[in-house]
């Protein structure tokens, strides 16, 4: 805002040791945040426009192209927050840059004047929360006493899954995680044991993984399916969180199909569910719910414990812009951040 006797306009900067120092690791608080957005869309009190998606140059066979997602929205309630995130994907750049694969900035705006108030990493943010909003799934997709977890992928994503999943499911105790990289996988299992008192062991196969696990979480970069029908148990959970992981059979035939905004993962068209609807092998009245629809309880989620669910997001701008939202709260009140000046006066008005 505008200093009150001057039209100085100032804003907050975040790195991402301030978003971390203002909460940026608080899994719980990121679920809190999440299930509130979802509660929030239902009730039609968001604004969610398209995501714009700038996807350039030739993949290597079997890769992910390059590409960078701008998502803007808005969420009422008491978040009264609005803005975007820009968020780039580089599947490559670990290999050729030791880097990370994505990176992201967001930026909060005034709700009443539209002047930027904030702008933050938002690299740890966006991990936070898509492991956060299949936490919320899991809150209400899961059956209640699960113990063990199978993971496919040792990246970051998978890493904020399980917090989130440890955070709505404590009885997780052990599981299996399956990774081509063997390597990483074997750093993944002794992190994470670690951090939060697991029994993880290293699979090798993705066949292994699924079949014992109660949560199955899949986060990869892949361009083919590693998940084939017939490995899930019944009562499993399935937090399907990337691209095309799953053959079509798998959600063919599950006991229910959920989804975070079906026409957001329509127009992504990068999903499994997505590639079928486009195919004509998955229609909308095959779609069981949207997350939110649940989560203020217009329809049940798990209803026995025999249901295979999948849960498949495309991921929100608005969870972003939640916990950016509280995480700038929690920076000012600490004095965390730089405050950077936008204009000492507008030379128009």
Request: proline letters at 5%; hydrophobic letters at 45%.
């Amino acid at each position: 805002m505008p200093d009150s006797e001057s039209s100085k306009v100032e804003v907050l900067w975040l790195s991402q040791e301030d978003v971390i120092a203002a909460g940026g690791l608080d899994m719980a608080a990121a679920v809190r945040d999440v299930e509130e957005v979802f509660r929030l869309h239902a009730l039609g009190q968001t604004l969610l426009p398209e995501k714009i998606v700038l996807d350039w140059g030739e993949a290597p066979p079997g890769q992910q192209s390059d590409h960078i997602n701008i998502m803007p929205g808005y969420l009422g309630g008491r978040f009264d927050a609005v803005g975007l995130k820009d968020v780039a994907s580089f599947p490559r750049n670990p290999h050729r840059y030791g880097l990370p694969r994505a990176s992201a900035l967001i930026t909060l705006h005034d709700t009443q004047t539209g002047l930027p108030q904030a702008v933050m990493d938002g690299t740890l943010i966006s991990a936070m929360r898509t492991g956060a909003a299949s936490g919320v799934g899991a809150k209400y997709l899961a059956r209640e006493e699960v113990s063990r977890v199978g993971l496919i992928g040792a990246g970051v994503q998978c890493r904020t899954q399980l917090m989130a999943m440890k955070v709505v499911r404590p009885g997780i105790r052990e599981g299996l995680i399956f990774d081509i990289r063997r390597e990483r996988a074997e750093a993944f299992v002794q992190e994470m044991n670690q951090r939060l008192g697991l029994h993880l062991a290293v699979a090798d196969s993705p066949e292994a993984v699924v079949r014992q696990a109660e949560i199955l979480i899949t986060a990869t970069t892949t361009v083919a399916p590693i998940v084939r029908e017939g490995w899930l148990a019944p009562g499993a959970f399935y937090a399907h969180v990337s691209g095309y992981e799953a053959e079509y059979d798998v959600l063919r035939y599950a006991d229910k199909v959920i989804v975070d905004d079906w026409e957001t993962v329509k127009h992504r068209m990068y999903s499994t569910i997505a590639l079928m609807w486009r195919d004509s092998e998955f229609s909308d009245d095959d779609l069981y719910a949207e997350l939110g629809e649940i989560v203020v309880g217009r329809k049940p989620g798990r209803e026995n414990d025999h249901e295979i669910i999948i849960f498949s997001p495309i991921g929100m701008g608005l969870h972003d812009l939640a916990l950016a939202r509280r995480i700038a709260h929690q920076a000012r009140a600490a004095g965390l951040g730089q405050s950077i000046t936008l204009w000492e006066k507008p030379l128009w008005t």
